[in-house]
């Protein structure tokens, strides 16, 4: 990917392609990681989550990958399809809260071309 | 079992008015909470709120802004006096309980003039 100025940054994938997105989070007394994907116009819908005890987790075509040593999250598409073209968040709970209570990192724009 | 639902989708005011935006929870959601996005920025985290509490305000603005859960009906976020630097999109979530993932709403889109 590459950033555009102050926009965000991007990611151009091939349909079938897999892609990585990359996050790097702030505290480390984070314990619980979501990944969110935004389409336009709409809210943010959860894909997968991730507890620090952790380091991997899969869903349905997609997997996320905790790194505690460098606070570094990334998620993975397997198959990327036209309709996985959305704005992705990662977001961290900053422990000792509620879940819901997140803060979210800059988003990466994923455009899948047929 | 819908969502979370918001309303309105979009709200226009001019400078000054007042801006209520309403959050009805997933059905056997007892947390709420709010946030804020501005254009091309992740959401920034406002308030959470139970059933008649307010559990966490550290993300609300000091002055203008205020939100409520009452015993029955929606959640509420209300703006007064809005000035243009409130435009956004104002998106709701709700969880079962706090160790639970939080799912959000389509949101408010608000535009000040």
């Known amino acids: 990917g590459e950033s555009v100025g102050l926009h965000l940054p991007t990611l151009s994938v091939q349909e079938g392609d897999n892609s990585i997105i990359n996050c790097a989070y702030s505290?480390?007394?984070?314990?619980?990681f979501i990944w969110y994907k935004q389409e336009s116009g709409k809210g943010p819908q959860f894909i997968i989550d991730i507890r620090s005890n952790m380091d991997k987790r899969q869903g349905q075509r997609v997997t996320v990958l905790l790194n505690k040593t460098v606070k570094h999250l990334s998620l993975q598409i397997a198959a990327t399809q036209p309709g996985d073209s959305a704005v992705y968040f990662c977001?961290?709970?900053?422990?000792?809260?509620?879940?819901?209570?997140?803060?979210f990192g800059q988003g990466t724009i994923l455009t899948v071309h047929p | 079992n819908a969502g979370v639902m918001q309303n309105p989708r979009h709200l226009v005011r001019r400078r000054g008015q007042e801006a209520r935006l309403r959050c009805s929870p997933m059905k056997g959601h007892s947390h709420v909470y709010w946030y804020r996005q501005l254009p091309e920025e992740g959401l920034k985290f406002m308030v959470y709120l139970q059933k008649e509490n307010i559990i966490d305000e550290s993300g609300m603005p000091k002055e203008r802004f205020s939100a409520e859960f009452p015993k029955e009906g929606p959640s509420i976020l209300r703006i007064q006096q809005v000035v243009r630097g409130d435009s956004a999109a104002y998106f709701c979530?709700?969880?079962?309980?706090?160790?639970?993932?939080?799912?959000f709403g389509q949101g408010t889109r608000l535009t000040v003039v």
């Open positions: 979530a709700s969880s079962t309980t706090g160790n639970t993932e939080a799912f």
């Open positions: 505290n480390s007394a984070s314990d619980y």
């Open positions: 977001a961290e709970n900053p422990g000792g809260t509620s879940y819901g209570k997140l803060t």
